[in-house]
């Protein structure tokens, strides 16, 4: 039902920054939720953020709070997520993600969102 493309995935140094971008298709004149997860080798996919349509609302993992900002611009189906003092922890693939049918509700397990993006590799050197 919706499409996602991620870029901006990318080798950086600690203490770096990055922004990723997800654009989306296929149902993008509709609200729902976007969200962003990611995997590191050998573990299991984790929240990382999530932002209402209206952009009014969002959510972050513990792990991410105050380092990561989640956005998006509605205009251009894009949502981003803005990705400061990188550390070697976060190396993973990050995957966008849209949940259809939460409503206003922000959820956070893989299993509630419908559509996936093909995954962006983010490396984080010490």
């Known amino acids: 039902q919706v499409q996602l493309v991620e870029s901006g995935g990318g080798l950086v140094q600690a203490g770096g920054s990055l922004r990723l971008s997800c654009a989306a298709s296929?149902?993008?004149?509709?609200?729902?939720?976007l969200g962003w997860f990611r995997q590191a080798p050998g573990k299991e996919r984790e929240f990382v953020a999530a932002?209402?349509?209206?952009?009014?609302?969002?959510s972050y993992a513990d792990s991410v709070k105050g380092r990561f900002t989640i956005s998006r611009e509605n205009a251009k189906n894009t949502v981003y997520l803005q990705m400061n003092s990188l550390k070697p922890e976060d190396t993973a693939v990050y995957y966008c993600?849209?949940?259809?049918?939460?409503?206003?509700?922000?959820?956070?397990?893989?299993?509630?969102?419908?559509?996936w993006g093909q995954g962006t590799q983010v490396t984080v050197s010490s």
């Open positions: 993600a849209a949940d259809l049918s939460s409503g206003w509700r922000l959820r956070n397990l893989a299993a509630d969102f419908d559509s």
């Open positions: 296929g149902r993008t004149f509709s609200s729902y939720v």
């Open positions: 932002i209402s349509y209206s952009s009014i609302t969002t």
